[in-house]
């Protein structure tokens, strides 16, 4: 006895247009469907008239049309066929269609053609046609689920972004305002005691606690203006020299900005993803580059902003750029995209280059001429 799961369920019938004026070759194509064994349903047509009306009222499966037909082609059916279904399989079948007819009813997208002579293989070029337009719809219908999974990690990244900016905000107003204003008043009582303390050994101790207090002090100051420069309301050719002035002074490798102007003036959107590409760019450098020079060329000439980093560090691979866990590079990509612009990152192992562009739509003012930076450089690469 045969198991439910050994019972084949039947295939769908497969609702079939049939655009023919011969009724004789209707009759041979409903033979040659029921030899097959392919379950169908027909309905016939002969005009094109009747052939709009059908394919507007009724749910067809596919297409099956003659090419030759009383003042019009198989082709036209398709083109109208086309604009009312666009994924509708659509099968020419002719008694002499010739060569030139089939590559250029292949080439408008016709699913399938096929001789009258040899009927025996209509069957399959249905269902062949049916499997390859239904892959066709799931391709489309993947895509579509993949651009909305795309656009919401997107949307997310974005979302993301924007709490990582509030938050570094809220740290450093609270680093100011509570961790800052302690130590300060811990430095003014230090300073108190020291001024009335007699002792030789607690003078000394004093002063140990004094520079151990400044330490601090530079440290939060430090950390403050990691999080959120203020630096930045000062516009972005400022917020940028100060960065590249700091990163210089830490870690010793020169470092030379070049401006298309001395202002240069943006949204402040845009100002943020600027200085935090720069930051992220020269975090890398320090990191992983072992450079000894950086270049930054910042510009808006052509309506677009322009934030190049370069080093002349040890490169990256190409392994190395499409790691998965590259968040860094990542964030600054959908940084990019944020604002309509776009990150490209080259590597060599004569250094590396990170450049930012993003479009400038909205923002004109006059160019203030070339201003160059005399710091000293060699030349630039990030990693």
């Known amino acids: 006895m045969s198991s439910p799961t050994d019972i084949k369920s039947p295939k769908p019938v497969v609702r079939i247009l049939h655009l023919e004026d011969s009724r004789v070759d209707h009759a041979l194509v409903k033979f040659a469907l029921q030899r097959s064994q392919l379950a169908c349903e027909l309905t016939l047509v002969d005009t094109m008239e009747d052939f709009e009306v059908q394919l507007g009222s009724s749910a067809f499966d596919v297409v099956l049309a003659d090419y030759h037909l009383p003042g019009f082609t198989g082709l036209d059916a398709w083109e109208f066929a086309r604009e009312l279904r666009p994924d509708l399989p659509f099968v020419v079948l002719s008694g002499a269609i010739g060569e030139a007819a089939a590559v250029d009813a292949m080439h408008r997208g016709v699913s399938d053609y096929l001789l009258k002579d040899n009927m025996h293989r209509l069957a399959h070029v249905i269902e062949r046609a049916l499997e390859v337009s239904e892959t066709r719809r799931a391709k489309v219908l993947a895509d579509a689920e993949l651009a909305e999974s795309r656009q919401r990690l997107a949307e997310l990244a974005e979302h993301l972004q924007t709490g990582i900016e509030q938050e570094r905000a809220d740290i450093a107003r609270e680093i100011h305002d509570d961790i800052g204003g302690a130590l300060a008043a811990v430095k003014l009582d230090l300073a108190w005691v020291g001024r009335h303390a007699k002792d030789d050994a607690m003078q000394r101790h004093i002063t140990s606690a004094m520079e151990m207090l400044q330490h601090a002090l530079g440290a939060s100051q430090r950390i403050m203006l990691n999080l959120r420069p203020p630096i930045l309301d000062q516009g972005l050719v400022a917020a940028v020299q100060w960065l590249a002035t700091s990163f210089e002074r ?134």
């Open 250 to 383: 830490r870690t010793g490798t020169r470092v030379l900005v070049r401006r298309s102007s001395e202002v240069i003036e943006v949204s402040r959107e845009l100002q943020l993803v600027a200085y935090r590409t720069a930051q992220e760019a020269l975090t890398n450098v320090s990191k992983h580059a072992q450079a000894t020079a950086v270049d930054i060329d910042l510009s808006d000439r052509e309506g677009v902003l322009t934030l190049e980093v370069n080093d002349n560090g040890q490169g990256l691979s190409a392994q190395a750029l499409r790691k998965a866990k590259s968040f860094g590079l990542l964030g600054l990509r959908e940084r990019a995209a944020k604002v309509d612009g776009w990150l490209d990152i080259s590597s060599s192992p004569r250094g590396t280059s990170v450049i930012l562009s993003v479009p400038l739509n909205t923002v004109s003012h006059p160019a203030d001429g070339d201003v160059n930076e005399e710091q000293q450089h060699d030349q630039g690469g990030f990693v």
